[in-house]
Nanobody
Framework: QVQLVESGGGLVQAGGSLRLSCVAS????????MGWYRQAPGKQRERVAV???????NYADSVKGRFFVSRDNAKNTVNLQMNSLKPEDTAVYYC?????????WGQGTQVTVSS
């Protein structure tokens, strides 16, 4: 099992920035993908940004050029730097760990962007 704990959400004005962090613990396979998903009220959960253990990244079109995902394999952490935030970025953000055997989710952290 892999446990995930997120931090860094909050309230910010449009145009501002926030940084989310997620720490994984437990028996962590070396080959994996970690990243961030979000779910706004009344909407389905969507992928925001992911990064593989090899460093490959993938972003949702809606956040390209504004959000940047990074990871530290030695510390089992993944971060999401969110810049130029928009009200439509408001959602609960979830950290995810994925490999061929495991899919784990964090508890979620609220991000609210005011206009």
């Amino acid at each position: 099992q892999v446990q995930l704990v997120e931090s860094g959400g909050g309230l910010v004005q449009a145009g501002g920035s926030l940084r989310l962090s997620c720490v994984a613990s437990g028996r962590i396979p070396s080959i994996n993908v970690m990243g961030w998903y979000r779910q706004a009220p009344g909407k389905q959960r969507e992928r925001v940004a992911v990064v593989s253990s090899g460093g490959s990244t993938n972003y949702a079109d809606s956040v390209k050029g504004r959000f940047f995902v990074s990871r530290d394999n030695a510390k089992n952490t993944v971060n999401l730097q969110m810049n130029s935030l928009k009200p439509e970025d408001t959602a609960v953000y979830y950290c995810n760990f994925l490999n061929s055997m495991i899919s784990s989710w964090g508890q979620g952290t609220q991000v609210t962007v005011s206009s």
